[in-house]
């Protein structure tokens, strides 16, 4: 019989759970800028038209 092994045996390994971490805090940072700059946009975006509204 195969010998079963658990997809968490590679975060025994501190280099992997390092550059995992890593790669993690960066995803979450990009994900964090894209909404943050989506916001902004829709902020400038309203103040904008309200501009163009009152010319």
Avoid: D, Y
Wanted: no cysteine; net charge positive; aromatic share 8%.
């Amino acid at each position: 019989m195969a010998k079963r092994t658990s997809s968490l045996v590679p975060f025994e390994h501190k280099t992997f759970r390092s550059l995992w971490s890593a790669a993690l805090i960066s995803n979450l940072g990009t994900l964090v800028e894209g909404a943050a700059a989506a916001w902004l946009m829709t902020s400038i975006a309203a103040v904008m038209v309200a501009s163009l509204q009152v010319v």
